[in-house]
């Protein structure tokens, strides 16, 4: 039984509480049917929705095979089907999933160079006694030392052929 605010009655049959509502292209002297309309005036049932259906409407039956009426009643089937087919995707969920995922993924990969870093410190870090070294090595410096103190205590010119032979 519909809640008393949507009963009314026939505006042909005094009797009868409106049932349906016709809903198709056609011109109609009444929008409302009950019982009797539909049997007295050979009304289609494509042209025809309950009142009860139109009620239960809602989040939880959002598409209606009834409504909107369509001449192609394959385009509301397929809409429907597709609907039910796939879950309901939350976008708040989706959004606060992926960032918890991201937020993982840096922590692990914070934890892991952190790891990589305290095992082999020399891998990352440059010590003051590389650095010395890599200069040495890239200068030559001691060679050219050497090779000036021969030079200042092998000749006599004060510097005026100084070479370097290699």
């Not at 809903?23 to 009304?43: F, P, R």
């Not at 494509?46 to 598409?63: A, C, G, H, V």
């Not at 509301?76 to 976008?91: A, F, G, M, R, T």
Request: aromatic share 10%; hydrophobic share 30%.
């Amino acid at each position: 039984m519909l809640p008393q605010i949507y009963q009314k009655k026939c505006s042909y049959h005094a009797n009868n509480y409106l049932t349906y509502l016709q809903i198709g292209q056609k011109k109609q002297n009444q929008i409302g049917a009950c019982y009797e309309c539909i049997t007295s005036n050979d009304l289609s049932g494509e042209n025809l929705i309950l009142i009860k259906d139109i009620l239960n409407i809602s989040q939880d039956n959002p598409i209606s095979k009834k409504y909107p009426f369509l001449q192609d009643k394959k385009l509301v089937s397929n809409i429907l089907s597709e609907y039910i087919s796939q879950e309901y995707k939350d976008p708040l969920k989706e959004t606060l999933t992926f960032l918890g995922q991201l937020k993982d993924k840096v922590i692990n990969s914070i934890v892991n160079i952190e790891k990589s870093i305290q095992q082999n410190p020399q891998q990352y870090f440059v010590n003051k006694e590389d650095l010395l070294n890599s200069y040495q090595e890239i200068s030559q410096k001691g060679k050219f030392l050497d090779f000036f103190k021969d030079y200042i205590l092998e000749s006599g010119d004060q510097g005026q052929d100084f070479k370097i032979s290699h």
